[in-house]
């Protein structure tokens, strides 16, 4: 799901206001009629993402700021290339560009990772999912930034989808008890999974009818015993311990989905810099 302009114009709104409060005073040192021409410079080989949260940051400050894009959100970026040239008032882009590099270094991060997972499990039935675990006010955001490195999302929230953990099956009674009320209370819900540590839970929520299983922190061959079990019966999500370097042996064990916190949880920036050219007068 992408988030809507206004649901972006919020977040960047917020982090101006963050940054900027009550003004610039660094900017004020340049005069207000210079204009410069910046190149947004990718330092190392990125998946795109986060166009629409550079354009907002200087719509806002200035909306006679251009932005004129080389590589669109997606779109693979080589190391040292341009990712996009703003143009406009210097004062504008020198109070947004701190703004507009944390979302693109935050989103393009994500997509990246995310890309480099996809990659692992090519060939493979598995799909790649994101988490709830993402940064407070950022979720649909990083999970906009997952579609464009190719993964797909889980539920948004606790209001689209019923996920069954430990604890809910605890307060319920039991797997059976915890699926049952779930079928009465979720409505038109059409994600309803229930989460299983052992292959015996495994078999009680087959036999209450689960449809979708998450298989929390088995081993490989936890792994392999329970798609085996199942026969086809139900969705299995591999959850747990998931890293690029184990994420393709997951994806082997015949599992329909692995879910990963990591991607959106432990985020590295990528390196970018925006660099001006010489300033001039208006």
């Known amino acids: 799901m992408s988030p809507t302009k206004e649901q972006i114009?919020?977040?960047?709104?917020?982090?101006?206001?963050?940054?900027?409060?009550?003004?610039?005073?660094?900017?004020?040192?340049?005069?207000?009629?210079?204009?410069?021409?910046?190149?947004l410079i990718c330092r190392e080989d990125a998946v795109a993402c986060g166009r629409d949260w550079v354009e907002a940051v200087f719509e806002i400050l200035d909306p006679a700021v251009h932005t004129d894009w080389c590589f669109n959100?997606?779109?693979e970026i080589p190391a040292g290339k341009t990712w996009c040239v703003?143009?406009?008032?210097?004062?504008?882009?020198?109070?947004?560009?701190?703004?507009?590099?944390?979302?693109a270094q935050l989103l393009a991060g994500t997509a990246?990772?995310?890309?480099?997972?996809?990659?692992?499990?090519?060939?493979?039935?598995?799909?790649?999912?994101?988490?709830?675990?993402?940064?407070?006010?950022?979720?649909?955001?990083?999970?906009?930034a997952v579609q464009c490195g190719g993964g797909s999302n889980h539920r948004l929230g606790l209001y689209d989808g019923v996920l069954i953990k430990e604890n809910h099956i605890r307060s319920a009674g039991?797997?059976?008890?915890?699926?049952?009320?779930?079928?009465?209370?979720?409505?038109?819900?059409?994600?309803?999974?229930i989460e299983v540590e052992t292959i015996d839970e495994?078999?009680?929520?087959?036999?209450?009818?689960?449809?979708?299983?998450?298989?929390?922190?088995f081993s490989l061959t936890q792994l392999r015993e329970a798609v085996e079990v199942n026969d086809g019966r139900a969705q299995l999500e591999a959850s747990g311990a998931v890293t690029a370097r184990t994420i393709q042996e997951i994806a082997l064990t015949?599992?329909?989905?692995?879910?990963?916190?990591?991607?959106?949880k432990n985020v590295r920036a990528i390196d970018l810099s925006l660099q001006f050219d010489s300033p001039s007068r208006r």
Do not use: H, W
């Not at 004020?28 to 210079?34: A, D, N």
């Not at 790649?128 to 950022?138: Q, S």
């Not at 015949?254 to 959106?264: H, P, Q, R, W, Y």
């Open 174 to 193: 039991s797997i059976t008890s915890a699926l049952d009320a779930a079928g009465v209370y979720a409505g038109d819900i059409d994600l309803i999974e």
């Open 202 to 217: 495994l078999s009680q929520a087959l036999a209450a009818g689960a449809r979708r299983i998450m298989l929390d922190n």
């Open 254 to 264: 015949g599992v329909d989905f692995i879910s990963c916190g990591e991607i959106t």
């Open 112 to 144: 990246t990772a995310t890309r480099a997972m996809v990659r692992e499990i090519q060939g493979t039935q598995a799909q790649l999912l994101d988490t709830r675990k993402t940064l407070p006010g950022l979720r649909l955001a990083q999970k906009y």
């Open 73 to 75: 959100d997606g779109d």
């Open 9 to 39: 114009r919020e977040q960047v709104a917020l982090a101006l206001s963050e940054d900027i409060g009550a003004g610039d005073l660094t900017a004020l040192l340049i005069s207000e009629s210079e204009t410069v021409r910046a190149q």
């Open 86 to 103: 703003i143009e406009g008032s210097v004062r504008a882009i020198l109070s947004g560009e701190r703004t507009a590099l944390n979302f």
